[in-house]
């Protein structure tokens, strides 16, 4: 994995796999992903539903072991960790909010005692812990709302209730899975600006899932899951001018026709830049609009140019080898222009900055 040695990395996912075996049928749920998240840091993670992110949560969380793999957090290797240990970790090291309401909050506690619940699991009661929770609920802008049940709370606030509790022992990872997937865009928001609050203001560093690739303008990177692998990143790049700016990212390393702009025009903005995931093995994933739209099929033809790599679909796969080998290197020497316009697959490592 690229990132062992760096001292900042907080996370670290090497090369994970998790099977689940339902009757004889096994699932792959996480298949060779690698992933580092830096300490301080607010990563967002996408991807279609099925693609393994929830599995990525509960191993990074301590609540699945992976089948294989390795899952190092703060320097502590989960999997060599005792269940006593381990226990610890997940009451105190580390920070869960799910997507359902229901998951986070006993629905007969108030706010306040949903929030001492954890730390009287971890050993801290009384006047100590009382203070805590009433410190936690103004930190979520919520101190009129101690003595409240979850059912006479809003969504969003069941939310900043929840984002109290996974901070009651003072976690040093924050893991939300879909923390927004049953509130409307206003209400996400604002849960948003809080996650985006405690990592700003207190250097928490946290890993937030959703469905929606929108979470772009929210974090710092975003990583994209695709069939239990890292599939590509999304990072800001700042400043950029985008004349026609989308808001959510797409799939293009070319930034070069939106030069010309200075920050004083309307359109300055941040620019998002999806980069393909080139992982320790040297493999990516060519996404699939990609290989339809060019006819690639189990077979690709690769050939170095100037400054990069062009992929292209196999040729005449019926020639022996030698015949194709000649005709590579014919196409190589520029005798034959075999390269169909556009069809440059721009394969970029994935920058550690975000
Ligand atoms: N406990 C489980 N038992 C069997 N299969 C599971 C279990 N959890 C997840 N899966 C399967 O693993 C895959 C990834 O699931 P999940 O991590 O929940 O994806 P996501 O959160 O991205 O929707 C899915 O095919 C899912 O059906
Ligand atoms: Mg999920």
Known sequence: MQNKQDASAFVICDDLYKIFKVADIEVMALQ?????????????????????????????????LPSAGQVIVDGANLLKLSTGELTTYRQVDVGFVWQQGSRNLIPYLSALDNIKLPMTLAGRTGREADARARELMEKVDLPHRCEHKPIQLSGGEQQRVAI???????????????????????????????????????????????????I??????????????????????????????????????????????????????????????????????????????????????????????????????EQTSSQAEIQIEREIRGEESGAPAGLLARLKRRTDDG
């Not at 890292?230 to 985008?242: D, G, I, K, N, Y």
């Not at 293009?252 to 393909?276: A, K, M, R, Y």
């Open 32 to 64: 060779g992903l690698d992933l580092t998240v830096g300490r301080g840091e607010l990563v967002g993670i996408v991807g279609a539903s099925g693609s393994g992110k929830t599995t990525l949560m509960n191993v990074l969380g301590g609540l699945t």
């Open 164 to 214: 109290a509790v996974a901070l009651a022992n003072a976690p040093k990872l924050l893991l939300a899975d879909e923390p927004t997937g049953e509130l409307d865009s206003a209400t996400s928001d604002q849960v948003y600006e809080l996650l985006k609050r405690l990592n700003s203001d207190d250097g928490l560093t946290i890993c937030i899932v959703s469905h929606d690739p929108a």
């Open 216 to 317: 772009a303008q929210h974090v710092q990177r975003v990583v994209q899951i695709r069939d239990g692998k890292l599939a590509s990143e999304t990072v800001r790049r700042r400043p950029r001018l985008e004349s026609s700016a989308p808001s959510v990212p797409r799939l293009t390393g070319d930034v070069s026709q939106n030069e010309g702009g200075t920050p004083n025009d309307d359109n300055w903005e941040d620019h998002f830049e999806e980069l393909i995931v080139l992982d320790s093995a040297g493999r990516l994933q060519i996404p699939k609009q990609y290989r339809e739209e060019l006819g690639f099929e189990n077979r690709v033809e690769m050939e170095v140019t100037e400054g990069g790599i062009l992929i292209r679909p196999a040729q005449n796969l």
